[in-house]
């Protein structure tokens, strides 16, 4: 398995990757829309991609969103995505993503990498833990616009 920093050249493996995704979440198939918003974060550097690629297949990404520690005066990283393929899982993809993530915040000196799932995804759950990922104190709350 090889995993490294997507850019344009793997968008198209990529938006299909990124599509699926979003439908596991229940958003509806759109390719295009997927496509121009991928396209988008990565001409503005607004995020970090990493792709999993096993025998020439894409299997998997995850998606970091950079963010800043007003108390630690550092930068920090949302893992906002994170997607393995029904075929892929179990064979250590989101481990290795997750460890790639992990390796290249703390390259960029950053404080911390969060993420947020739904208490009911036992899975991702399961995989954080293994990863020494801890839950923190914190409350969240969400207010939705249009």
Request: charged fraction near 25%; aromatic fraction near 14%; proline fraction near 1%.
């Amino acid at each position: 398995m090889k995993i490294f920093q997507a850019t344009m050249n793997e968008l198209e493996e990529l938006t299909v990757l990124f599509d699926e995704y979003r439908q596991f979440y229940g958003i509806e198939s759109d390719i295009s829309s997927a496509k121009a918003f991928l396209q988008l974060r990565l001409a503005l550097k607004e995020s970090v991609i990493f792709l999993a690629m096993k025998e020439g297949r894409a299997v998997g990404f995850t998606q970091l969103y950079p963010t800043f520690s007003s108390l630690a005066l550092q930068r920090a990283y949302i893992l906002n995505d994170i997607y393995v393929t029904d075929d892929a899982r179990g064979l250590g993809v989101g481990t290795a993503l997750m460890e790639k993530a992990f390796q290249y915040c703390e390259q960029q000196y950053a404080r911390y990498v969060t993420l947020q799932t739904a208490t009911d995804n036992i899975n991702a759950r399961r995989l954080y833990e293994k990863l020494h990922m801890q839950q923190d104190e914190f409350c969240n709350y969400v207010k939705y616009f249009k």
